[in-house]
């Protein structure tokens, strides 16, 4: 189970290499202080490696079985995401935009109590528990986590996900050592997460791209195709549409249709889409640098604002 959790994480998105850093440093740190024999920790790691094997065939047969490909998977996971950083870096306006996106990841980092939580692991759930595999373990997924989610480039605020498992690890060794008093404060905490979750997951907040998709649903004829601008996928799919330009987020626009040749010719041509969103000023802005955007008033009439 643990390789194929491991290529699970590592295909969600590229760099969520949890498990494999979680179980590496778990079975070498227990191997070394003789909690693990030889023999046993290659039995685990082959066994791992068996699982991860499977586990990559079975969401490889299921990606060829929906049209892409072994070779389309990897390159958008990783050689894109090479390109994509060299693409922010080279763009002062993604940059101002990647940096602004930093300050709301620290801040909401600040406000969630984890700061808190996590110095509360290291002052007393460290200490009290010893150098064990699982703190030591715990601790590197720690600075995985935050390693990764600072190289990000693009700092979204949800990079934080990522840094769940580690944060949850964290909390339970402290709360195994901690007093009862500490203990109960940490029981509450965990229970409002669990139930703001299960709020969420039931009674799901719906996004602004998603209420648009769902009025276009309403109003498309039948062949109707529609286009967002960008970052806004939702829009498309809740619209029960196609859109016949491929890049509905801003990076793979930015990174493989820099200059928008691509859409210009889309939406100059005979495969024009019927609607087209154009949601805020930065796409506005985007659009208009490379042209599309005249195209746009040129062809299109504007319906809602």
């Known amino acids: 189970m643990a390789g194929a959790a491991a290529v699970a994480a590592l295909l969600v998105k590229q760099n969520i290499a949890d498990v494999l850093i979680f179980a590496t440093v778990f079975w070498v740190f227990a191997w070394r202080t003789g909690k693990l024999t030889f023999p046993r920790l ?9 699982g991860a094997v499977l586990g990559y065939g079975l969401v490889m047969a299921w990606s060829v079985a929906h049209g892409t490909s072994p070779a389309d998977v990897y390159d958008a996971t990783y050689p894109f995401r090479v390109k994509a950083s060299r693409a922010i870096a080279d763009n002062q306006i993604l ?8 300050k709301v990841i ?13 110095a509360l692991f290291a002052f007393r759930g460290v200490r009290k528990t010893g150098a064990t595999a699982f703190v030591w373990a715990t601790i590197a997924l720690i600075g995985w986590s935050t390693f990764s989610t600072l190289a990000g480039g693009s700092y979204w605020r949800h990079y934080l996900v990522e840094s769940i498992p580690a944060v949850a690890f964290a909390v339970g060794l402290t709360a195994l050592v901690t007093p009862t008093v500490t203990r109960n404060v940490l029981a509450v905490v965990v229970a409002s997460s ?6 969420y997951a039931f009674f799901p907040v719906s996004t602004p791209g998603t209420t648009i998709g769902q009025a276009l649903k309403k109003a498309k ?11 806004d996928a939702e829009t498309v799919r809740s619209s029960g549409m196609q859109s016949p330009y491929r890049f509905l987020w801003s990076l793979p626009a930015d990174t493989l249709d820099p200059r928008l040749d691509e859409l210009n010719a889309i939406l100059d041509g005979p495969d024009a ?8 000023d930065i796409a506005r802005n985007r659009l208009t640098a490379d042209g599309a955007y005249q195209l746009i008033e040129e062809h299109y009439r504007r319906h809602g604002s």
């Open 42 to 50: 290659a039995q685990r790691v082959g066994l791992a490696a068996v």
């Open 95 to 102: 940059v101002d935009q990647s940096s602004s996106r930093l």
């Open 106 to 118: 620290w801040w909401s980092f600040a406000a969630s109590g984890v700061p808190f939580l996590l």
């Open 194 to 199: 669990i139930g703001i979750g299960l709020g």
């Open 221 to 231: 004829q039948p062949g109707d195709t529609v286009t967002q601008f960008f970052g």
């Open 273 to 280: 889409p019927t609607w087209v969103v154009v949601r805020d």
